[in-house]
């Protein structure tokens, strides 16, 4: 059974850091696109950062320089470092897989992605 289990959220004042997992089962993370998402219950989904199976990663600008993805391979677990934190960062969290079809173009148009975490809360406040 394909599944992603997201988890290390919390609460962190601003400037503060996180990092999130996300354990994969039932197939490889290193074989297919993975990203992470974010989504604030009055805004859209948003893509947070995207990394290919050759290991290259695109971050929305909001993110860039304070976020990093990363995965294990080994432990099939998909992670982002997430460094001075602002309070619009506060959000859901969800990690995505697009399953046989690699990277869309648009890495961030989550509509493709077809299998998703349950999500996890960030929230960043003083």
């Known amino acids: 059974q394909v599944q992603l289990v997201e988890s290390g959220g919390g609460s962190v004042q601003p400037g503060g850091s996180l990092r999130l997992s996300c354990a994969a089962s039932g197939y490889s993370i290193g074989n297919e696109c993975m990203g992470w998402f974010r989504q604030d219950p009055e805004k859209e989904r948003e893509g947070v950062a995207v990394?290919?199976?050759?290991?290259?990663?695109t971050y929305a600008d909001s993110v860039k320089g304070r976020f990093t993805i990363s995965q294990d391979n080994a432990k099939n677990t998909l992670y982002p470092q997430m460094n001075s934190l602002k309070p619009e960062d506060t959000a859901m969290y969800y990690c995505?897989?697009?399953?046989?079809?690699?990277?869309?173009?648009?890495?961030?148009?989550?509509?493709?992605?077809?299998?998703w975490g349950q999500g996890t809360q960030v929230t960043v406040s003083s």
């Open positions: 995505a897989a697009r399953l046989g079809l690699g990277c869309p173009v648009n890495k961030f148009n989550y509509y493709v992605y077809n299998v």
């Open positions: 990394i290919t199976t050759a290991g290259s990663t």
